[in-house]
């Protein structure tokens, strides 16, 4: 997790005025305006930080307006305005921008414009000033309340990966945000339990997942396989974003679950109807009564969302659920659902890389791959000052130790190093043990090949399990790759426990 903290510059004023028709109406051109304009424009006139917004619309849609076509949810366009039972940000933002639902739905300009109003609406019921609006933290539970969660324990799972997308920076459709320090501030939300924590509310039938119930509306009490064989796994893609998914889940209205749920940038799982009981995910009775389903964070429109970590960790619980129950592990019995008899979705869709999916499930040959783990305990791989103390105190750490360190003005770098067996791209990921204590922004600085790049962590939580901090380009040769700074702005122990390297 990412945070940082970060002033806006001042916005000229001549930029915005060709922007603008009289009476101060937003003036849409005749084409879709380029998506950094677009978010620029709308920052300004509703006063919303650019990064935060550009974050939140990429954690949604990874900026995909998707054709006007609605999510599961029934939410539109990159910003993901929605018009459901339970939420209506969708009329609110019509309310507040006085421009046609229509075009809010299908046109991104306009849809950035709305979701950016309906953000300061929120921001404005917390009673943010001018001033504590330039601050990018101060924004969080106006940014938790646009998720339309249905929990707190979701609006925070909502939140946290808006921020760590801030934190990790991104590039998308011409639009890019820089790796920076946020210091967010959950308030009422520090309280909310976290779900990206291994250690609280683990599922029931997969261990390595957490567990958060579906709404008992949208599935059925059973008890397989005593009363039903389960003989499929069902592979789904959610359109829609992964708290979001889960929060609908949990709404009576949707009518619709899955057994799990799988997130797209570190194959994080949430179980929410247990393996013995009936999901209605494939839109046909038959099959939701002997299947497994699996829904996949993501549109199928968009291969983006299909991550190498979310392949690996789905194949996984796939794999899992195969030898549990006896499937074989084949395409036969592993299926997507536009396979299903009678389905009308096309899920997963082209982008869906069968092979390598199936390859992950049979363990069978796959391209080239390459992983190092290196503790800081690793003999001769990890170096750091005699400022850096050791600890075994959190059960979450890797190994038998962590380090820890209070933060200065300077850098004091604890190093990773590791031997990069050929030049190219690799994902590093790094482990840590959570603690309310610990370090809200910690600077992870990786040796790339074209210099260094720092990634900001938030290490309050989402520790005991390894995070993606990135793919980055590396060098051949032995050296330091990966190391942690005491230079932060952030407040706690920053903390240096281990670092997963891999091809």
Same mark, same amino acid.
């Given at each position: 997790?990412?945070?940082?903290?970060?002033?806006?510059?001042?916005?000229?004023?001549?930029?915005?005025?060709?922007?603008?028709?009289?009476?101060?109406?937003?003036?849409?051109?005749?084409?879709?305006?380029?998506?950094?304009?677009?978010?620029?424009?709308?920052?300004?006139?509703?006063?919303?930080?650019?990064?935060? $917004? #550009?974050?939140?619309?990429?954690?949604?849609?990874?900026?995909?307006?998707?054709?006007?076509?609605?999510?599961?949810?029934?939410? &539109?366009?990159?910003?993901?305005?929605?018009?459901?039972?339970?939420?209506?940000?969708?009329?609110?933002?019509?309310?507040?921008?006085?421009? @046609?639902?229509?075009?809010?739905?299908?046109?991104?300009?306009?849809?950035? $414009?709305?979701?950016?109003? #309906?953000? +300061?609406? &929120?921001?404005?019921?917390?009673?943010?000033?001018?001033?504590? +609006?330039?601050?990018?933290? +101060?924004?969080?539970?106006?940014?938790?309340? *646009?998720? =339309?969660?249905?929990?707190?324990?979701?609006?925070?799972?909502?939140?946290?990966?808006?921020?760590?997308?801030?934190? $990790?920076?991104?590039?998308?459709?011409?639009?890019?945000?820089?790796?920076?320090?946020?210091?967010?501030?959950?308030?009422?939300?520090?309280?909310?339990?976290?779900?990206?924590?291994?250690?609280?509310?683990?599922? /029931?039938?997969? /261990? @390595?997942?957490?567990?958060?119930?579906?709404?008992?509306?949208?599935?059925?009490?059973?008890?397989?396989?005593?009363?039903?064989?389960?003989?499929?796994?069902?592979?789904?893609?959610?359109?829609?974003?992964?708290?979001?998914?889960?929060?609908?889940?949990?709404?009576?209205?949707?009518?619709? !679950?899955?057994? *799990?749920?799988?997130? !797209? !940038?570190?194959?994080?799982?949430?179980?929410?109807?247990?393996?013995?009981?009936?999901?209605?995910?494939?839109?046909?009775?038959?099959?939701?009564?002997?299947?497994?389903?699996?829904?996949?964070?993501?549109? #199928?429109?968009?291969?983006?969302?299909?991550?190498?970590?979310?392949?690996?960790?789905?194949?996984? $619980?796939?794999?899992?659920?195969?030898?549990?129950?006896?499937?074989?592990?084949?395409?036969?019995?592993?299926?997507?659902? =536009?396979?299903?008899?009678?389905?009308?979705?096309?899920?997963?869709?082209?982008?869906?890389?069968?092979?390598?999916?199936?390859?992950?499930?049979?363990?069978?040959?796959?391209?080239?791959?390459?992983?190092?783990?290196?503790?800081?305990?690793?003999?001769?791989?990890?170096?750091?000052?005699?400022?850096?103390?050791?600890?075994?105190?959190?059960?979450?750490? =890797?190994?038998?130790?962590?380090?820890?360190?209070?933060?200065?003005?300077?850098?004091?770098?604890?190093?990773?190093?590791?031997?990069? /067996?050929?030049?190219?791209?690799?994902?590093?990921?790094?482990?840590?043990?959570?603690?309310?204590?610990?370090?809200?922004?910690? /600077?992870?600085?990786?040796?790339?090949?074209?210099?260094?790049?720092?990634?900001?962590?938030?290490?309050?939580?989402?520790?005991?399990?390894?995070?993606?901090?990135?793919?980055?380009?590396?060098?051949?040769?032995?050296?330091?790759?990966?190391?942690?700074?005491?230079?932060?702005?952030?407040?706690?122990? #920053?903390?240096?426990?281990?670092?997963?390297?891999?091809?």
């Amino acid at each position: 997790m990412t945070f940082a903290r970060t002033r806006l510059a001042a916005l000229v004023a001549t930029a915005l005025a060709a922007l603008l028709v009289t009476g101060g109406q937003p003036a849409m051109a005749a084409k879709e305006a380029p998506l950094p304009a677009a978010f620029d424009r709308a920052a300004a006139e509703h006063d919303v930080p650019r990064d935060l $917004l #550009v974050a939140l619309g990429y954690a949604e849609t990874h900026l995909d307006g998707h054709d006007g076509k609605p999510s599961a949810s029934n939410g &539109y366009g990159l910003m993901h305005l929605v018009s459901n039972p339970a939420a209506h940000t969708l009329e609110k933002a019509a309310e507040l921008t006085k421009l @046609p639902v229509g075009k809010l739905r299908a046109d991104d300009e306009a849809n950035i $414009l709305g979701g950016a109003a #309906v953000l +300061r609406s &929120y921001a404005d019921e917390l009673g943010l000033d001018e001033a504590a +609006r330039k601050d990018a933290g +101060r924004w969080y539970q106006a940014v938790a309340k *646009y998720g =339309n969660a249905s929990s707190p324990e979701l609006a925070r799972l909502y939140a946290d990966a808006v921020y760590e997308l801030l934190g $990790l920076g991104l590039e998308a459709r011409g639009v890019t945000v820089k790796p920076q320090e946020v210091t967010a501030d959950r308030g009422a939300y520090a309280k909310a339990r976290d779900l990206s924590a291994q250690a609280e509310a683990l599922s /029931p039938d997969y /261990p @390595p997942a957490s567990w958060v119930a579906a709404s008992s509306s949208n599935y059925t009490v059973s008890s397989r396989e005593s009363s039903y064989a389960i003989d499929r796994v069902v592979i789904h893609v959610t359109q829609g974003s992964y708290a979001g998914t889960i929060s609908w889940f949990q709404n009576p209205s949707a009518q619709v !679950s899955a057994h *799990y749920v799988v997130k !797209s !940038s570190n194959g994080a799982i949430t179980q929410m109807v247990r393996d013995k009981d009936i999901a209605w995910h494939a839109g046909n009775w038959t099959y939701n009564t002997r299947s497994i389903g699996i829904e996949h964070e993501g549109f #199928v429109s968009d291969a983006s969302w299909f991550t190498d970590a979310m392949y690996r960790a789905s194949a996984a $619980l796939t794999r899992y659920v195969c030898d549990k129950y006896g499937i074989p592990k084949d395409r036969t019995h592993i299926i997507g659902h =536009n396979q299903v008899p009678g389905a009308t979705h096309t899920d997963p869709g082209s982008h869906w890389n069968w092979t390598t999916y199936m390859n992950y499930v049979t363990g069978g040959t796959t391209p080239p791959a390459w992983t190092t783990t290196v503790d800081n305990a690793t003999a001769g791989q990890f170096t750091a000052s005699a400022n850096w103390g050791t600890s075994s105190y959190s059960s979450q750490r =890797n190994g038998a130790d962590y380090r820890f360190a209070t933060p200065v003005s300077s850098s004091d770098v604890a190093w990773f190093q590791a031997d990069i /067996p050929s030049a190219g791209t690799y994902k590093v990921e790094v482990w840590y043990p959570a603690d309310p204590g610990y370090n809200s922004s910690a /600077p992870y600085i990786v040796a790339t090949s074209s210099g260094n790049q720092t990634v900001y962590v938030d290490q309050r939580s989402g520790g005991g399990a390894w995070r993606t901090i990135g793919s980055f380009s590396l060098a051949a040769g032995t050296q330091n790759v990966v190391g942690v700074s005491r230079w932060t702005a952030g407040t706690g122990y #920053v903390i240096a426990d281990a670092v997963r390297i891999s091809r």
